[in-house]
C-alpha cells in the first residue's frame, strides 16, 4: 500500500508532489532504535513516509548491530531476502547504517550487489545527501567519524519536532533519548568502540530542548541513553546536574536510563534516586562476571567487591531498588568455578532482570583472539544454567510485590485480555489491569494482587484508601 500525501508532513515545496515510501529494519539496542527514529525524521522532511513491508517501500534501510556474531549473520540473512526485492523492482534503494556498517564498510557493497549505499554511525544525518548521490547512480559508501577533539557537542542536530505533523502511531509514551555517544572504555569482548567511536557527551541545552519536544509530543517517561550513560559531563554539566534538570520538565512523569558503568557509579548517583522524584526505582547495572579474574581480563575496572558495596549502597539509600544486569558466560579462560561464582553473585544480588549471552568472539577485539576459548556446547549449558537460576529468583522479588503499592504508567490496552490494560511500574516490572479502560500515559496506583505468568496483576487502588 502506497501512503497517501499529508500536508503536515513538513516536505519541502520541491519535493511536495508524490510523496515516497521508507521501511525501516532496526537491529541491537535502544540506541539503534533511536537513531532509526532520527532517519525516520530526517526523510519525513525529505517527503517520505514510512511503510509496514519492504514490499512496499521506495527506499529500504537496515539499522544494524554488531554486538555478536548471531545479529550480524541476521543482517547478511536479510539482506540476501531483501536482494529479491530489488530484482524485481530495480528502482528500490537499499540503505545500510549502524554499527555493522561502521565496522565493514565498503565490504558490505562488494559483499552484497543489492545494496545501493552503506552508512556509518557518525553519518546517519547526511542521508539526504546520500540519497541525492544514489539518485546520481553511484553507489556510496560514507563511515568517516566526525571530529571528536572537542568533548562536547551537539552530534544530534537541533531538535524540532512537530508534534501535529506525527501520525499517531508515533506518539509514544515511552521516549528514548541519546545524551553520549560513543564508549571510551574497551572492554575487551565488545566491539561497541570500534562501532560508535570515542565517547562524546551532548550539550545540555540541547538534550532540555529535545526532552521538551517529547514530552509536548505526549512522551511521560524518558529514558536517557549512552553507552556508558553516567560517565556523561559537559563543561556546565555531570550526569546528575542533567537529572536534576530533566526532573523540572512539568508533564513528564519517569525517567530512566541505561546503561550505567559501575566503575562509575557513585554515592551521588545513588542519593539522586532518593532525591528526585521522577527518577525511577529502576537500575540496569551490567557486572558482566562474577569473577574478579575473568573481570580483570574483561577489562572492566571493577571487582567483584566493589561492585557489591555499591549494590549495598543502593539499597541503602533505596531500599525498594529493582536491579537488572548483563552477564556473559564462557569468556575466554572462565572455568567451572569462575562460572560458579557467577551463579553465586547472582544469588547474592538477587537481580529483577537479567540479560545474559554466550561470549561471541568480535572482530576488532582483544578477546577474540584470547587463547583457551571455551567450548560452545559448556557455553550453552552455562547460559541455560544461569536462566534457570535467574528464572526462580525472578519469580520470587515479582512475587514479593504482592499487597504493595504501587503506580502503573499505561502504555495500552492488553495485547490479548478484553477490558484490561498494561503499563509498567517505577521498578520496570510489567503489570496488567483488568477490567480497567485508561489512555496511555495515564498513571493508576494499584495493589500488586498476583503473578501471572511474566506479569503483575494490579487492582486500582486510589491513593489515600488502603
Ligand atoms: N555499554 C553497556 C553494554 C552494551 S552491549 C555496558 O557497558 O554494559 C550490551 C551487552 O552485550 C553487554 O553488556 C554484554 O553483556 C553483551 N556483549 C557485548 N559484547 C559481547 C560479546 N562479544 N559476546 C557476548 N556478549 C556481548
Ligand atoms: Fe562495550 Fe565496555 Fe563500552 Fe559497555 S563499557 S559499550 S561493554 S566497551
Ligand atoms: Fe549493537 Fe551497536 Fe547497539 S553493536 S548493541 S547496535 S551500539
Redesign the pocket.
Known amino acids: 500500500m502506497k501512503p497517501t500525501a499529508d500536508p503536515k508532513t513538513g516536505a519541502s515545496a520541491t519535493n511536495r508532489s508524490q510523496p515516497k515510501s521508507v521501511y525501516i529494519k532496526t537491529f541491537g539496542?535502544q540506541m539503534n532504535d533511536y537513531d532509526s527514529a532520527k532517519m525516520l525524521e530526517q526523510l519525513r522532511g525529505e517527503n517520505y513516509l514510512p511503510v509496514e513491508s519492504p514490499r512496499d517501500a521506495d527506499l529500504i534501510l537496515v539499522n544494524t548491530c554488531a554486538?555478536?556474531e548471531k545479529s550480524e549473520h541476521k543482517v547478511y540473512s536479510l539482506l540476501g531476502s531483501l536482494g529479491e526485492i530489488k530484482r524485481s523492482r530495480p528502482d528500490v534503494v537499499i540503505g545500510v547504517g549502524g554499527c555493522v556498517s561502521q565496522q565493514r564498510g565498503d565490504e558490505i557493497l562488494k559483499r552484497v550487489r543489492s545494496v545501493d549505499m552503506v552508512f556509518g554511525t557518525d553519518n546517519l544525518f547526511e542521508l539526504p545527501e546520500m540519497l541525492r548521490e544514489v539518485a546520481g547512480g553511484n553507489r556510496v559508501v560514507r563511515t568517516a567519524w566526525h571530529d571528536r577533539k572537542r568533548k562536547v557537542d551537539n552530534f544530534i542536530p537541533d531538535f524540532r519536532l512537530d508534534a501535529a505533523s506525527l501520525p499517531k502511531a508515533a506518539q509514544s509514551v515511552k521516549a528514548c533519548l541519546a545524551i553520549t555517544k560513543g564508549?571510551n572504555?574497551y572492554?575487551t569482548?565488545?566491539?561497541?568502540p570500534y562501532t560508535r567511536g570515542r565517547e562524546v557527551s551532548r550539550e545540555p541545552d540541547n538534550i532540555l530542548a529535545e526532552a521538551q519536544a517529547l514530552v509536548d509530543n505526549g512522551a511521560r517517561e524518558i529514558t536517557l541513553l549512552g553507552?556508558?550513560v553516567n560517565s556523561y559531563k559537559t563543561g556546565s554539566a555531570r550526569f546528575v546536574d542533567l537529572l536534576e534538570q530533566l526532573n523540572g520538565i512539568g508533564g513528564l512523569a519517569r525517567i530512566r536510563y541505561t546503561?550505567p558503568?559501575p566503575k562509575d557509579f557513585g554515592e551521588e548517583l545513588a542519593a539522586a534516586h532518593a532525591r528526585l522524584p521522577k527518577l525511577c526505582e529502576y537500575i540496569h547495572l551490567?557486572v558482566?562476571s562474577g569473577s574478579n579474574r575473568i573481570l580483570k581480563a574483561m577489562r572492566r575496572n571493577h571487582t567483584i567487591e566493589s561492585y557489591l558495596d555499591k549494590v549495598t549502597m543502593i539499597r541503602e539509600k533505596v531500599p525498594a531498588m529493582a536491579l537488572s544486569t548483563?552477564?556473559?558466560v564462557g569468556f575466554p579462560g572462565e572455568t567451572d568455578q569462575d562460572f560458579e561464582d557467577t551463579l553465586s553473585l547472582m544469588r547474592q544480588v538477587r537481580f529483577d532482570h537479567l540479560?545474559a549471552?554466550?561470549?561471541?568472539?568480535?572482530s576488532d577485539?582483544p578477546?577474540a583472539d584470547y587463547r583457551h576459548q571455551v567450548p560452545e556446547g559448556v557455553r550453552a549449558e552455562r547460559l541455560a544454567r544461569l536462566f534457570e537460576l535467574h528464572e526462580v529468583i525472578r519469580k520470587e522479588r515479582s512475587e514479593a510485590l504482592i499487597g504493595t503499592r504501587q503506580e502503573v504508567l499505561v502504555e495500552g490496552p492488553h495485547p490479548r485480555e478484553t477490558g484490561a490494560v498494561t503499563g509498567r511500574t517505577r521498578g520496570n516490572k510489567p503489570v496488567t489491569i483488568p477490567r480497567r479502560s485508561a489512555e496511555p500515559g495515564e498513571l493508576v496506583p494499584v495493589t500488586i494482587v498476583a503473578l501471572r505468568h511474566q506479569s503483575l496483576v494490579g487492582r486500582e487502588t486510589p491513593s489515600g484508601s488502603q
Do not use: E, L
Not at 569482548?189 to 561497541?192: E, I, R, S, T, W
Open positions: 539496542c554486538i555478536r564508549c572504555n572492554c569482548f565488545c566491539v561497541v553507552q556508558n546503561s558503568h551490567p558482566q548483563d552477564i556473559i540479560f549471552f554466550k561470549f561471541s568472539p568480535r577485539t578477546a
